[in-house]
């Protein structure tokens, strides 16, 4: 529990840190390094939280809990790494506090020790499932800053926080990237549900079966329409949230159904 609340204040300080030098109108980042060790530490402190995870070899334990933390996780990685060549600082504004949320939850309302512990070849797939959802997250919260930085660039309105951001074709640049591998690793998540599990249609299931190919659908309709007809603004940003949105529902929607509501 000290680890989790530590590594929680961590996200929030770097999160603060971030929001401070994006507000003001001073042209260098003085807490730079501050940043970058207090995000280590809150990643590396996050990921000792995880010990909970395996059962005594007999598998891998993902509840609503767990899987939600793990999830802020692997996308706080992601951008961590990515923040070092590319200029994607600002996502941290989003991003980190997410991530502390998600920890606090994890903390607050843990998960039973009675839930299903599922197979390794399950939590593989759970795994890939799990890397797209955190790259498609960052697309999304992507969306959420280009869409703003849209808004006041439409309006005329540049103050520090929005010209402080990589330009707009840039901004559209990254959201694609992440939108692109995101929706390629989701596709091979989908496959390995098919071989790995049973029956992917069962009743237990079908709804996030359901909601995850509705998702594939609306993304791979995003990913060929700007490599085809060249889609950006407003329509790759809706597109990526309504897509987005049908993959929380599917996966944490589903959790929180099956595993808090009736349990």
Sequence with gaps: MFLSFSAALAYLLSALLLMRFFTKYDEKHRHQKSVFLILSFAIIAHALTFANFWSAGNGVFFGLANSASFVAWVVAVLLFLSSISKPVHALGILVYPLTAAAL?????????TTAKILSLSIASHILLSITAYALLALAACQSVLLKIQQHY???KDINSFIGKLPPLQTMEALLFQNLRIGFYLLTLSLISGFIFIDDIFAQHLIHKTVLSLSAWVIFAT???????FGWRGKQAITTTQIGFGFLLVAYFGSKFVLERLLS
């Design 104 to 112: 606090i939850f994890d903390i607050l309302s843990p998960d039973s």
């Design 153 to 155: 660039l439409h309006a």
């Design 222 to 228: 995003l990913v060929i329409g700007r490599k085809v």
